[in-house]
């Protein structure tokens, strides 16, 4: 059983290589924009391409029995229908819930025949890095809504999810929301990236407009900045809960933010 993971190169698909390797499974095949930068384990199937260049799939999907689809909105729908053709007979895509950008990603690997699982992450953990250049030179976060709560979920977690999905049968038909174990504000995960530095990190409150302009300066681009800070005034109202699906699948508990941030502390911390 040939499986093709797309978007090899890094983050999810780089880690549903290793988990599916790890899994067993010797029949990997990874479609990835720069093998060198990707540094994919020997015995793995290398082949150069990404979703975003459709023409760029069709020769990785040779003798594919199961499909990851990583998440490229404009291309979904010609990616799928080039894998129903070429006889691929599930794709366990990256999406996202009602209201996102990615949610369409699921109508159009629906229309393609063939069998799906939807997998519906929350916001990742490691957005949470987006403070670290301010906590490493200003021993600080200033942002807006300290009190905006929803449950991040680890990217390591959404991997294992997706090998899951993928070795399974009984996942064909089902989406999964993926969340953390926990519904965290953003004062409560900046106090627990400090807890794992062993100092406090304030969290200075920001106005909704100042929030934006400061990450529109810091390279977010105002569009996605005014969306992100509107994003969080809704989740001080309704908070996002902690879904059980990733425990339910794994057999174990979904990763801490707490936990998240101990593996990651060095990057928080001042050089």
């Known amino acids: 059983m040939t499986i093709l993971v797309t978007g090899a190169t890094a983050n999810v698909g780089r880690m549903l290589v290793d988990a599916l390797l790890a899994a067993g499974e010797t029949d990997v095949r990874a479609l990835t924009v720069s093998p060198r930068r990707a540094a994919l384990p020997s015995g793995v199937d290398v082949v150069v391409g990404q979703v975003g260049r459709p023409e760029t799939v069709?020769?990785?999907?040779?003798?594919?029995?199961?499909?990851?689809?990583?998440?490229?909105?404009?291309?979904?729908?010609?990616?799928?229908?080039?894998?129903?053709?070429?006889?691929?007979?599930?794709i366990v895509d990256l999406a996202g819930g009602e209201g996102g950008s990615w949610h369409a990603i699921e109508g159009d690997v629906e229309a393609s025949g063939v069998a799906w699982t939807h997998l519906e992450p929350g916001e990742f953990m490691s957005n949470a890095l987006d403070w670290a250049d301010e906590i490493r030179t200003e021993g600080a976060v200033r942002d807006a809504h300290p009190t905006s709560a929803n449950a991040p979920i680890d990217m390591r977690d959404i991997a294992a999810v997706a090998a899951a999905t993928l070795l399974r049968d009984d996942h064909a038909g089902r989406r999964y929301p993926l969340t953390g174990p926990q519904s965290l504000t953003r004062a409560e995960m900046v106090a627990t990236i400090g807890a794992a530095l062993g100092r406090e990190v304030p969290y200075v409150e920001l106005t909704h407009e100042e929030a934006i302009a400061r990450k529109a300066a810091r390279g977010m681009g105002e569009e996605v900045a005014r969306w992100y800070v509107e994003g969080m005034a809704l989740l001080v109202e309704h908070p996002q809960q902690a879904d059980p699906s990733v425990e339910r699948i794994l057999g174990r508990p979904a990763t801490t933010f707490a936990q998240w941030a101990r593996d990651n502390v060095d990057a928080f911390r001042a050089p």
């Open 58 to 90: 069709r020769p990785a999907l040779e003798g594919v029995d199961r499909m990851y689809l990583a998440p490229s909105p404009s291309t979904a729908r010609e990616v799928a229908a080039l894998a129903a053709a070429a006889g691929v007979r599930r």
